[in-house]
């Protein structure tokens, strides 16, 4: 079992027919442990090997602040970091999914190792929006 940073493949193609629509639908971002796979070929949004813990809830939080803009040539996407407050969780990966079409993947966070809150704050804080570190970003 693997968990490897990418784009999925779902999403590339969703964006080629318009169903990956990011600031219209709903998207969640899940956390995963170590024993989950995650990578370009998922394809959706699934329990197996969700992490759980005290105020994570199955399927994780939806996404807020959602945009897509240029900077310069490059289109970028941005949203604001995602929490869980007082969670006691561990894990390793994020899946951010389309939770308004079927669940699509669209792209796989992984923390490389497991990161941990103890009855405190667990936050995914996302890169600055611009063309070199966005979220996601397509020259």
């Known amino acids: 079992m693997a968990i ?10 969703d964006l080629m027919d318009t169903t ?11 956390l995963f442990d170590n024993t ?3 990578n370009a070929s998922t394809t959706a949004y699934a329990t197996t090997n969700e992490a759980s813990g005290t105020n994570y809830t199955a399927g994780g939080e939806a ?3 959602m945009a897509v803009t240029l900077d310069g040539s490059t289109a970028i996407f941005d949203a604001d970091n995602v929490s869980w407050a007082n969670a006691t969780v561990t894990a390793q990966a994020a899946l951010i999914y389309n939770n308004s079409f079927s669940n699509a993947a669209i792209a796989v966070l992984d923390f490389g190792g497991n ?24 020259t």
């Open 4 to 13: 490897v940073q990418a784009l999925c493949n779902v999403f590339k193609e």
């Open 20 to 30: 990956a629509n990011l600031e219209a639908n709903t998207l969640k971002v899940a």
């Open 36 to 38: 989950a796979t995650l």
């Open 63 to 65: 996404m807020t602040g």
């Open 115 to 138: 990161k941990t809150s103890t009855n405190g704050t667990f936050e995914i804080q996302f890169p600055n929006a611009n063309a070199s570190t966005a979220l996601i970003r397509i």
